[in-house]
């Protein structure tokens, strides 16, 4: 798949943990140009230390302008996947104006912003390209306490839908790739809040585990070349079977 991929310019979000980290570096040892863009400095100057070839920039994509104005001033890319996002664990009756807002303007809006801007670069400069957006199971199934995640990853494969549509004609596909438990940072929060829950998911798991960060970066890697040059606007479950059965 490498040969996809050399001098590529790609920009993936949340590069300075768990998935996006593991994709920039895939990425990068692949010969694209990444263009890393996350919250914690710290985090994308290791990233940078271990891929020198990685341009980083500091940025919290909820700022809708000063996000916007970044993706501006990087230029035309090939390639986007917007990966960064976050979770919360909190029963519905629970659950306030703040948090939805703060769980949508990551997820969703900034996702928004990102991909307009980047694919209006695209359409002026008459360039194909591949959009990933990084959702998940969650946004199919209903997990409890995780309600404004799944609305949030549902917005997301909607966009994706919305996206693969308006922008096919220019030869632009965008695809979801919706991974269960992955234990990144985010996966094992969720797993060490609610005792016995890994055990009783992986029973629906037919493969029997997790996947690895690796399982999901290539699923990424998949759609983002040429080999799904035909595919558009699918939402492609990375999860061992998880979704498939009833009981
Ligand atoms: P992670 O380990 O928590 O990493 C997420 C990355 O996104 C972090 O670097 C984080 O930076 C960054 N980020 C979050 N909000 C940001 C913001 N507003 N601006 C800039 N960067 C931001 O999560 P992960 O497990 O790799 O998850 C990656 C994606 O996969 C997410 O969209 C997630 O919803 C999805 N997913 C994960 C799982 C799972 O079980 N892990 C399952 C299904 C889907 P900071 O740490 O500095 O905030």
């Known amino acids: 798949m490498d040969t996809h991929f050399q001098d590529k310019r ?11 980290r593991n994709l920039s570096i895939t990425l990068a040892k692949l010969g694209a140009k990444v263009i890393a863009i996350s919250r914690t400095a710290e985090d994308l100057d290791e990233l940078k230390l271990e891929e020198p070839s990685i341009e980083i920039h500091t940025q919290d994509i909820c700022d809708w302008n ?5 993706v501006e001033d990087i230029g035309l890319v090939d390639m986007l996947v917007n990966n960064a996002g ?9 659950c306030k104006e703040e948090d939805f807002d ?9 996702a928004f912003n990102i991909s307009q801007a980047v694919v209006k670069g695209m359409v002026e400069n008459e360039k194909s390209g591949a959009i990933v957006n990084v959702s998940s199971i969650a946004a199919i199934s209903a997990i409890h306490s995780l309600g404004i995640y799944s609305c949030s990853k549902a917005a997301l494969d909607m966009m994706t839908k919305s996206m693969a549509l308006e922008f096919g004609p220019h030869k632009i596909r965008v695809n979801s790739v919706s991974p269960t438990s992955v234990m990144t940072k985010m996966g094992k929060a969720f797993y060490d809040s609610i005792p016995g829950l890994a055990d009783a998911i992986l029973k629906r798991v037919p493969i029997g585990r997790f996947p690895e960060e ?8 998949f759609l983002l070349s040429d080999k799904a040059a ?5 939402l492609m479950p990375v999860d061992g079977g998880h979704i498939i059965q009833f009981l």
């Open 10 to 20: 790609v920009i993936v979000t949340g590069a300075g943990k768990g998935i996006g």
């Open 230 to 234: 035909m595919i558009n606007g699918i």
């Open 102 to 110: 703060r769980i949508f303007s990551t997820n969703v809006k900034a």
């Open 214 to 221: 690796d399982e999901v970066v290539n699923a990424i890697l």
């Open 86 to 94: 976050v979770d919360m664990h909190k029963p519905y009756l629970e």
């Open 66 to 70: 000063k996000t916007r104005a970044l």
